[in-house]
T-cell receptor, first 112, second 116 residues
Framework: GENVEQHPSTLSVQEGDSAVIKCTYSDSASNYFPWYKQELGKGPQLIIDIRSNVGEKKDQRIAVTLNKTAKHFSLHITETQPEDSAVYFCAAIPGTASKLTFGTGTRLQVTL | GAVVSQHPSRVICKSGTSVKIECRSLDFQATTMFWYRQFPKQSLMLMATSNEGSKATYEQGVEKDKFLINHASLTLSTLTVTSAHPEDSSFYIC????????????FGPGTRLTVL
């Protein structure tokens, strides 16, 4: 089955700096890679996703890049703000299934 | 669009009782719904996948008779934790997909279950 690794587990940045979270996956058939933001006591919220036929996708301060050859994808947050503080999860779905495999999560803290 | 609700948001029950959690897709038809469990500071663990009108598919290690899942309509799935024990205390989250085998999953706000 699919295995998704996520690094780092914790990340602290100053307000205005950029944050990068990286994930690797094992199943070359995976074709959908979403990123979720989870605030304390709440369900995950989809913030951006990318499909295997695209190398990069951007939405305002958030971008995701995908390297299919190396089987890794990354989340980039620019101009971080205190409200970006949360736990971020990457995930992958193999091509033949609908089940998400989640990474272990990254706790991002944006300090003033 | 694509809003998923859960009820209740929090529940406290005594050991040995059963608890039902509802998951509803408010503005779309969900052919597939998923139930996850999340322990503190951990990732989401998939418990089961349910398709409308058919039996749920449980992940390895998840007891079917303890976690009863019903997906009777395209907008409602329920998870019943039977004979709950303190070790069942957790954060339960559902998600829903709009298309059968579709990729995007929209998550509910979660239900915090505490078993005394």
């Amino acid at each position: 089955g699919e295995n998704v690794e996520q690094h780092p587990s914790t990340l602290s940045v100053q307000e205005g700096d950029s944050a990068v979270i990286k994930c690797t996956y094992s199943d070359s058939a995976s074709n959908y890679f979403p990123w979720y933001k989870q605030e304390l006591g709440k369900g995950p919220q989809l913030i951006i996703d990318i499909r295997s036929n695209v190398g990069e996708k951007k939405d305002q301060r958030i971008a995701v890049t995908l390297n299919k050859t190396a089987k890794h994808f990354s989340l980039h947050i620019t101009e971080t703000q205190p409200e970006d503080s949360a736990v971020y999860f990457c995930a992958a779905i193999p091509g033949t299934a609908s089940k998400l495999t989640f990474g272990t999560g990254t706790r991002l803290q944006v300090t003033l | 669009g694509a809003v998923v609700s859960q009820h209740p948001s929090r529940v406290i029950c005594k050991s040995g009782t059963s608890v039902k959690i509802e998951c509803r897709s408010l503005d779309f038809q969900a052919t597939t719904m998923f139930w996850y469990r999340q322990f503190p500071k951990q990732s989401l663990m998939l418990m089961a996948t349910s398709n409308e009108g058919s039996k749920a598919t449980y992940e390895q290690g998840v007891e079917k008779d303890k976690f009863l899942i019903n997906h009777a309509s395209l907008t409602l799935s329920t998870l019943t934790v039977t004979s709950a024990h303190p070790e069942d205390s957790s954060f339960y989250i559902c998600s829903a997909s709009q298309l059968a085998g579709g990729n995007e999953q929209f998550f509910g706000p979660g239900t915090r279950l505490t078993v005394l």
